[in-house]
């Protein structure tokens, strides 16, 4: 069966740290991946979105990155964080376009 | 942006039935209606979808109007542990992206 990994569960980090969220999913192969983000008393909001290797595409203009490396493994990554990047961060995978997502359990992250 | 549009809360007293409403108006023929929730500070949990007919699983029922500009979850006997935020969302074939919109806050009334 599919799962997915997603870590850390929680992220304590200063302003202007670097972060990165690993994201990494077994038992499909090429499989549509996603990142979303969940303010404090706000809707998901899709950040970046893969359906390949090294594809990535970005809603969202902001100073985060995201990367995949593998099939499998999605990365979403930040050079200096900032107070306003505190938030639930959520992984997703789809087998394509037209099944339903599945996600992570999350990270909560806390910019102080 | 989403493309569908739900109140942003709604209650239900325990073991009555939930009927939760979506707009999505502008849908187009290739574009499904999927439904999913989420319970506080968990993942998004998928529920049901569909794109013409009426559906129903173990968790819920989905009716969509004829002309598919609505639709409609129906938790038949809703329970405590149906609290959450439930997020209708419109996919096409033609898309790789899938959008949240605000979704609606369940309360389940003891």
């Known amino acids: 069966s599919q799962t997915i990994h997603q870590w850390p569960a929680t992220l304590v980090q200063p302003v202007g740290s670097p972060l990165s969220l690993e994201c990494t999913v077994e038992?499909?192969?090429?499989?549509?991946l996603y990142w979303y983000r969940q303010a404090a008393g706000r809707g998901l909001q899709l950040l970046f979105y893969?359906?390949?290797?090294?594809?990535i595409s970005s809603e969202v203009p902001q100073n985060l990155s995201a990367s995949r490396p593998q099939d499998r493994q999605f990365i979403l990554s930040s050079k200096k964080l900032l107070l306003s990047d505190s938030g639930f961060y959520l992984c997703?995978?789809?087998?394509?376009?037209?099944?339903?997502?599945?996600f992570g359990q999350g990270t909560r992250l806390t910019v102080v | 942006d989403a493309k569908t549009t739900q109140p942003p809360s709604m209650d239900c007293a325990e073991g009555r039935a939930a009927n939760l409403p979506c707009n999505h108006s502008t849908i187009s023929g290739n574009e499904y209606v999927y439904w999913y929730r989420q319970i506080h500070s968990q993942g998004p949990q998928y529920i049901i979808h569909g794109l013409k007919n009426n559906e129903t699983n173990e968790m819920a029922s989905l009716i969509i109007t004829e002309d598919r500009k609505s639709s409609t979850l129906i938790l038949p006997h809703a329970t405590l542990r149906d609290t959450a935020v439930y997020y209708c969302?419109?996919?096409?074939?033609?898309?790789?992206?899938?959008?949240f919109g605000k979704g609606t806050r369940l309360h389940i009334l003891p």
């Open positions: 038992g499909t192969s090429n499989p549509n």
């Open positions: 969302i419109v996919i096409s074939y033609r898309d790789d992206k899938i959008i």
């Open positions: 893969s359906v390949g290797i090294g594809q």
């Open positions: 997703a995978w789809s087998v394509d376009r037209n099944t339903e997502a599945f």
